[in-house]
């Protein structure tokens, strides 16, 4: 009689297996970057009791482990076979805003379901990049044809419009980078490429004189920019300035910051948490923060150079591109390099959806990551 094999060896075995592919490192990177904008909003709230900031985004961010563990677990493939269905929901999501969106700030970019508000253009960025990805690894003989190039451009086109229409121009902005990002791990060719890139800022250089692509308020947050003064759309941008300078190089201390005490920089909590860490930690606790953004897009990059299978590689590139544009520019904006364009901080600024669509992207990136060979380091 034959004897069989032992299950719980190869139960051992599996398991084993499993946790050498999953990416502790970048659990740990997202978890350290999750800490710090909690410990940034507690910090503002604690100067303003009755704002409850820190309190709710502790709560969004429990909530937020339903999507972590929802693409965490669910195949890759799942998505891949669903892609059209994604793309219809998030048509009619972004359509719905149009129709019974919520306004505020001079935007209508929110549906009330209940006691949340949820913001269709941001969880957009996560299905932009699953249907995009899905689109070229089902062509990827093809992916050298202009026509290719162009029907993938008409592919993210309708949901730019409609992000931009609310108006929205980062976000739009954010579909565009997403889409080349995956244009160039695709291994589109440079030239179409190049010559997007060349047209997007030229109609983006034009927009000044043409009348409806950019609203008044946009505008002067662009002259602003270049004034370097406290008018029109330049104050937030001013303010972040002065922060930055109180912290010096050893900040503030936690909890002790002059200019968000006073009350100096409007919406600080969300596209301007970083003053928080720049006042309170200084030059060394913001680079310690930059470092851990470092590190976090390191982790991203890892999982897309990694991947052996196209549409891995891809989803891995499209978040790349999304974290990384996020970063750079919420950064920019604070230190007054770029203009105001309503970017948030990734894991760090106040807001549930934007703090749900980086979980959720977090725990694709583990699930695609367990795929592939194991790293070290």
Not at 153 to 182: E, N, R, T, Y
Not at 242 to 254: H, R
Not at 358 to 363: E, F, I, R, S
Request: glycine residues 10%; positive net charge; charged residues 15%.
């Amino acid at each position: 009689m034959k004897s069989r094999p032992i299950a719980p060896q190869l139960g051992a075995e599996d398991r084993t297996r499993t946790l050498l592919r999953f990416d502790w490192w970048l659990l740990l990177a997202a978890f350290l970057l999750i800490l710090t904008g909690l410990l940034s909003q507690y910090s503002i709230q604690y100067s303003r009791p009755e704002t409850g900031f820190f309190t709710k985004q502790l709560l969004r961010t429990i909530v937020g482990l339903v999507p972590f563990f929802l693409f965490l677990r669910i195949p890759a493939r799942t998505w891949q076979r669903g892609a059209w269905t994604l793309y219809a929901l998030n048509i009619v999501l972004l359509g719905a805003v149009l129709v019974a969106g919520r306004s505020g700030g001079g935007a209508t970019r929110w549906i009330q379901i209940g006691p949340l508000d949820f913001q269709p253009s941001e969880m957009a960025k996560l299905f932009v990049t699953l249907t995009v990805a899905t689109f070229f690894a089902a062509r990827t003989e093809h992916v050298d044809r202009f026509s290719t190039f162009a029907l993938s451009f008409l592919h993210v086109l309708v949901p730019m419009l409609l992000i931009f229409k609310q108006p929205h121009l980062g976000g739009a902005l954010v579909i565009l980078v997403i889409w080349l990002s995956i244009c160039t791990v695709a291994r589109v060719p440079g030239k179409f490429i190049v010559a997007t890139v060349a047209a997007s800022v030229a109609l983006l250089a034009s927009a000044f004189t043409i009348p409806g692509i950019m609203t008044d308020y946009q505008k002067a947050r662009v002259i602003a920019m270049f004034r370097g003064d406290d008018s029109d759309g330049g104050y937030q941008s001013l303010r972040a300035q002065i922060a930055f300078g109180v912290g010096g190089v050893a900040g503030s201390g936690y909890l002790k910051g002059e200019q968000k005490e006073g009350r100096h920089i409007p919406e600080q909590q969300t596209d301007f948490i970083f003053t928080v860490v720049g006042e309170e930690g200084g030059l060394v606790g913001s680079a310690l923060v930059l470092a851990m953004f470092g590190f976090f897009l390191y982790r991203v990059w890892l999982v897309m150079l990694c991947a052996t299978e196209p549409f891995a590689k891809m989803v891995a590139g499209g978040l790349l591109g999304l974290f990384s544009f996020h970063t750079i520019v919420n950064l920019g904006m604070n230190l007054q390099l770029l203009p105001v364009v309503g970017l948030w901080l990734p894991f760090l600024s106040y807001g549930g959806t934007a703090m749900w669509l980086c979980m959720a992207a977090v725990g694709l990136l583990l699930n695609l990551r367990q795929l592939e060979k194991p790293v070290l380091f």
